[in-house]
């Protein structure tokens, strides 16, 4: 596709459906500036799930392996090419092959090396090896998957080596998602006067974490190696061969493959960190206080009201909160425990906090990673300044060698300088909060606003608009201090100020395919001031007029984000309306933020109309 003022073109496969673990590979070419995107279907969803995406311009042909996991449902694959606009730039594709198994296995028989790429040093570099032209002279070995001289395989060699430490680097494709299992590969090695042969994987961030190095200095057959894998984010394979001299021999390698089932019966599977979740809203979950401390910590919750904060979760639901009227001492020491986690793992805590009152915030509120002997190991965060009123994400990615258990502690030294300190919404994930955060597209159905509108439209016949903003609005007395994501992140409203009572404002949704079940909405609201209007959710389906009246609510409800959260059904195309409408000051301001999209009927409270 050739850039000629058209915003995108669109290739849609056939049905498919992949019984076994496949692998697709894509040979592409981006010419100019241009995106080429592949994104899933499944069949009866209103979304499409991004697999993989590219905007690297290239003279010459690309090759991306992107993994499809098996399943019992079918879909289809959407490619979906944006040429930039500007004469002479394309988007090309010459092939589309889906092969079973997984995309890091290879045994190097086709030319496109199964997306497999070489880090380019000047001297040292992976080449294919094998076939029958090769220098008769050559001490390189015969491929293994054929066992004769006319099969390929990877392999360094040693002799344009220049200077100390020259490594060579063959890297997999990226797996798309937590990967667990056995590799097993073949690899000969001739060590002659050095060479430092390691397996590595690599995420997204860089980071390295060895797998695997031999035991053997040299081999003059092909070795079978089986290491197990457990990386917790999307990762690649690196094999990496560093070399002293000039004569430090060569390494092979062939027949990559890969299992979900472990290579050895002793290692343990992946560890749930979802033991130490808990948003509070039953139970302490598995957090717990010291008896001879006392209860500093309780669990409250607050009904929705004009001037203190409801829990996180829900808005009106339970959270913890920390005060000295629950000690009967002037001050306290509030140390919450978690559960135990185990050591040599890399975890992401997530939760929010808010305060109000404190004179002094130091001590307010830390965290420390403690021992299995209840010994602080690290305070790894204090807050630094006030929440403003509003509930703060905060991220914490740590590693300890041992079994350890988070600890909130929140310390008054003075009844005169404390106030309230809240906790909500505990979350412990595998691997480093900055994959998780930033490198991941949102799930289909699902926006923040963090980022832009995710599509969502004005109707051009209202009489209002939304605005995206993050912070305090302008009016007083009236609108959220900040977004429901993140305490410091973005969300949509209506500024009242800009409107005449009864004028509407219209967000709509990109449209929505119809889908086979019940589909839940769930999104956050806030309706704050004196002279708030009402906010209304409709279903607008393709080719009608007449919109379906989902969920609404009149008046001023709380200071506190709530959760909206309605069920429906639709088997046309259809778009989603939040509409707001100004009421009788301007101490009407309206927002909404978090929306999410789930499958099925909705959990909890429902309201239908």
Request: glycine share 8%; charged share 20%.
């Amino acid at each position: 596709m050739e850039g000629s003022g058209s915003e995108k073109a669109v290739l849609i496969s056939p049905e498919l459906e992949l019984l076994e673990w496949s692998c697709l590979r894509l040979v592409y070419q981006i010419t100019g500036s241009g995106s080429l995107e592949m994104q899933l279907r499944p069949e009866g969803e209103s979304f499409d799930y991004r697999l993989w995406s590219s905007d690297q311009a290239s003279d010459s042909w690309l090759i991306a392996s992107i993994d499809l996991r098996n399943t019992t449902s079918t879909y289809k694959i959407l490619m979906e090419a944006r040429p930039g606009k500007e004469t002479g730039n394309s988007v090309a594709i010459f092939e589309i092959h889906i092969v079973s198994g997984y995309c890091i296995e290879c045994n190097f028989e086709e030319h496109h090396l199964c997306g497999y790429s070489n880090f380019w040093n000047p001297n040292v570099n992976w080449y294919v090896g094998g076939s029958s032209a090769r220098d008769p002279q050559s001490n390189l070995p015969d491929d293994h998957t054929m066992s004769n001289q006319r099969g390929h395989y990877m392999y360094v060699d040693s002799i344009y080596a220049k200077n100390f430490q020259e490594v060579a680097q063959l890297s997999s494709p990226m797996t798309i998602t937590a990967m667990s299992g056995c590799l097993s590969f073949y690899y000969q090695r001739d060590q002659e006067r050095g060479n430092i042969f390691s397996v590595f994987t690599r995420d997204k961030l860089g980071q390295y974490e060895e797998i695997w190095r031999p035991d053997f200095y040299a081999t003059s057959i092909w070795k079978l190696v089986q290491v197990d894998i457990k990386a917790s984010h999307p990762s690649e394979v690196v094999f990496e061969v560093a070399f002293n001299s000039a004569r430090g021999g060569y390494v092979a390698l062939d027949d990559i493959s890969f299992s979900p089932e472990f290579c050895s019966m002793e290692t343990e599977p992946f560890f749930d960190p979802s033991i130490a979740n808990c948003d509070f809203e039953e139970n302490f979950c598995h957090y717990y206080q010291e008896r001879i401390e006392g209860s500093v910590w309780n669990r409250i919750s607050v009904k929705p009201n004009l001037y203190r904060i409801g829990d996180h979760t829900t808005g009106s639901g339970s959270f913890l909160l920390a005060n000295t009227r629950f000690t009967s001492r002037p001050g306290y020491v509030g140390r919450l425990y978690g559960p135990y986690l185990p050591g040599n793992l890399k975890y992401c805590l997530k939760f929010y906090y808010v305060l109000h009152g404190f004179m002094k915030i130091d001590n307010a509120l830390a965290v420390y990673i403690y021992d299995e002997n209840n010994i602080a190991q690290e305070k790894v965060w204090t807050i630094s300044e006030s929440s403003r009123g509003v509930w703060t994400e905060v991220e914490i990615t740590f590693l300890k060698p041992m079994p350890t258990k988070v600890v909130f502690v929140s310390i008054c030294k003075n009844f005169w300088d404390c106030g309230l300190v809240a906790l909500d919404d505990i979350t412990v994930s595998l691997g480093d909060c900055r994959i998780s955060e930033g490198m991941f597209p949102s799930a289909p159905g699902q926006c923040n606003f963090e980022m832009d509108d995710c599509g969502y439209t004005q109707d051009e016949n209202d009489r209002g608009n939304w605005f995206r903003i993050r912070g305090q609005t302008p009016t007083s007395y009236t609108g959220p201090n900040g977004d429901h994501t993140s305490g410091v992140g973005y969300y949509m409203y209506i500024e009242a100020s800009h409107m005449i009572p009864g004028h509407n404002a219209r967000l709509m949704s990109k449209e929505l395919r119809g889908f086979h079940t019940q589909q839940c909405l769930v999104f956050y609201y806030h309706m704050y001031g004196s002279g708030t209007g009402m906010l209304s959710v409709y279903l607008k389906k393709e080719g009608e007029r007449r919109e379906s009246l989902l969920w609404r609510q009149r008046g001023e409800h709380s200071i506190s984000w709530m959760r909206g959260m309605v069920g429906y059904e639709c088997d046309h195309n259809h778009k989603i309306v939040f509409e707001a409408v100004r009421g009788m000051s301007i101490r009407s301001d309206i927002a909404i933020d978090d929306i999410v999209f789930q499958k099925g009927p909705c959990k909890g409270d429902n309201l239908h109309l």
